[in-house]
Structures are given as C-alpha cells and as structure tokens.
C-alpha cells in the first residue's frame, strides 16, 4: 500500500484513527506517519523534536509493534494534514471525526471534512 498518514491530537476520535491506522500499517503499509498539527492562531512552529503529543502517539504505535514517523506541522489543520500527505507521497489519510459543536458548524466544516475534500488520496474518517 505504501505510506498511511494518520492525524493525531490526543483526542478520543484521533486515538481510534491511531488505533485504526497502526492496524492497517501492520497489514498493508510500508510506512506509518504520525502527524500532529500546531495551529496558527497558537502562534507556534514545528521544533526539530516532536512534542508530547506526538511522543505519546510515537510510543503508542511502538508498543504496537509499528515503524512509524512523528512529523509535526503548522498551519490550518486541515490543510497541514493534507500537506504531509501530499509531501510523505501517502496512499491513505486517516482522521477520527467527532460531533461538531454548534459553533463549527455555523464557523464552516470540521477538519475531516476539510481532509476529505481536499486530498489526493484516499482519507478514512473513523468515527
């Protein structure tokens, strides 16, 4: 299969997605890559090691026996995701997607369904 991007935020939704995704890379991928992103109204930047979110997924997906990579983005987090995608080459995006509040949904789509609509890939959204 090649590469599967996961995204991952500590949340219930993103540890199913990291549960599922680290099942499919065991099955069928080469490559597992674990993607965290910093928004930009933070005002953060990516840092040459991951931070503790990522670490946790890292070693999640370690004691499932998986080779993965940890890569920390920047930006929207809809279109960051997309981007490491695009960039790791992958063949499948894998998202955990929640209820939306009443506010996202008057604020626009949620961060899956921007995922979806923008990949050139293949995107499971586990609910």
Do not use: F, N
């Amino acid at each position: 299969m090649g590469t599967i991007v996961v995204a991952y935020d500590e949340s219930a939704p993103s540890e199913r997605a990291l549960e599922r995704a680290a099942d499919l890379a065991g099955r069928y991928a080469d490559t597992l890559v674990v993607t965290s992103v910093i928004p930009v109204w933070i005002g953060g930047y990516p840092d040459a090691h991951p931070g503790p979110e990522l670490r946790k997924a890292g070693k999640r997906a370690a004691s499932l026996g998986i080779e993965h990579e940890l890569v920390e983005a920047i930006g929207d987090p809809g279109q960051a995701i997309v981007e490491v995608a695009a960039a790791k080459d992958a063949q499948l995006i894998v998202v955990g997607t929640r209820e939306p509040s009443l506010v996202e949904r008057l604020l626009g789509m949620s961060v899956s369904e921007r995922v979806q609509r923008q990949a050139h890939c293949d995107v499971l959204i586990v609910h």
